[in-house]
């Protein structure tokens, strides 16, 4: 075993835990950054495939396994498909936030980030009569400004950033005696978007055998168990619910679950252990060069405001180039 971040401990008997998580994207993830789709059948029945077949499946399969876990659904997706978010909810999964409509939150104001963080926040309520308390950013895309919004807003964690094998207690700013949320890390290697999706036009992940796939996140597992961090296996059930990727995944979830000291949890369960932990907060801090001006060359491209989708899309958004999923 490597050694631990200090003050970082899991439970008795603990070595590692892992989290198998859904981002429940359907429609969404696709009207927001090409609002055209909205008139191609090929791509909405390609997204649609998620809440109409594959939830259902994943959630029978989930209860074989006997494992209650995080599903972080848009707030469009809920109103769109009130019954299959129910479904969730009723069989007694984690409801986590994941937007609206699945926006990206680079290159808007404070205002605008928070506007789709509050309309999350109401679908969820109105439909699920649910407050989250955990947060995935779509597409993960984050603003240094914004865990300070969720702490605002009552979150108590987060699962978006890349920078530790661990979980760890995040400050919600630079200020002095700042709130702060748990960070449950995660990465794009753990993410079924770059292993399976692939949609003309839209999406250019290479499409591989479930055996490959599940393969190399086997090595994953067995090396962060190794390392006692946290296995965050984020996907999507347009993606992963399809029979042979669904069979595949529920051998890796077994074998998850029979590895000694492996605790397979949802996240809201992970991160109420972490909170117990005295850690000290890791502020999060701009780039700076030795001048004080921001140091980094890269900027990001800018982005387009796009045509209000037609339909239930609600209100503008901000188109995007897709790299991974979330």
């Known amino acids: 075993m490597e050694p631990m971040p200090p003050g970082f401990r899991w439970p008795d008997g603990i070595r590692a835990a892992a989290a198998?998580?859904?981002?429940?994207?359907?429609?969404?993830?696709?009207?927001?950054?090409?609002?055209?789709?909205?008139?191609?059948?090929?791509?909405?029945?390609?997204?649609r495939y998620g809440p109409r077949v594959a939830v259902p499946r994943l959630l029978r399969m989930l209860d074989r396994r006997g494992l209650r876990t995080t599903f972080f659904v848009p707030g469009w997706v809920a109103e769109a498909w009130p019954?299959?978010?129910?479904?969730?909810?009723?069989?007694?999964?984690?409801?986590?936030?994941?937007?609206?409509l699945h926006e990206s939150v680079r290159g808007v104001d404070e205002?605008?980030?928070?506007?789709?963080?509050?309309?999350?926040?109401?679908?969820?309520?109105?439909?699920?009569a649910v407050r989250p308390i955990g947060y995935r950013p779509p597409s993960g895309d984050m603003n240094f400004r914004t865990p300070g919004l969720l702490a605002r807003h009552g979150f108590r964690y987060l699962s978006g950033s890349m920078d530790s094998d661990h979980p760890y207690r995040l400050a919600a700013s630079t200020e002095p005696d700042a709130p702060s949320l748990i960070e449950l890390t995660m990465h794009w290697s753990l993410d079924d978007w770059n292993r399976y999706n692939y949609v003309p036009g839209y999406a250019t992940s290479p499409i591989l055998a479930p055996s490959v796939a599940v393969a190399a996140w086997t090595e994953d597992l067995?090396?962060?168990?190794?390392?006692?961090?946290?296995?965050?296996?984020?996907?999507h059930p347009f993606v992963s619910g399809r029979p042979?990727?669904?069979a595949a995944l529920e051998r890796l979830i077994e074998r998850a679950q029979s590895m000694d000291g492996v605790w397979v949890a949802a996240c809201d369960e992970i991160a109420a252990w972490v909170e117990g932990l005295d850690l000290p907060p890791v502020v999060q801090e701009r780039?700076?060069?030795?001048?004080?001006?921001?140091?980094?060359?890269?900027?990001?491209?800018?982005?387009?405001?796009?045509?209000?989708?037609?339909?239930r899309a609600g209100d503008r958004c901000r188109a995007a180039p897709r790299g991974a999923g979330t």
């Open 244 to 246: 042979a990727r669904a």
């Open 287 to 311: 780039p700076r060069s030795s001048a004080g001006r921001v140091s980094c060359p890269a900027r990001s491209a800018r982005r387009r405001p796009c045509r209000r989708p037609r339909g």
């Open 222 to 235: 067995e090396a962060t168990v190794e390392a006692g961090g946290i296995f965050m296996l984020t996907m």
């Open 20 to 47: 198998f998580t859904f981002d429940v994207d359907a429609e969404a993830v696709m009207l927001v950054d090409h609002p055209e789709v909205v008139d191609y059948l090929d791509v909405i029945a390609h997204q």
């Open 111 to 128: 205002a605008t980030e928070e506007g789709y963080l509050l309309r999350g926040l109401e679908a969820l309520d109105s439909v699920l």
């Open 83 to 100: 019954d299959v978010a129910r479904s969730i909810r009723n069989a007694g999964h984690e409801i986590g936030h994941h937007g609206y």
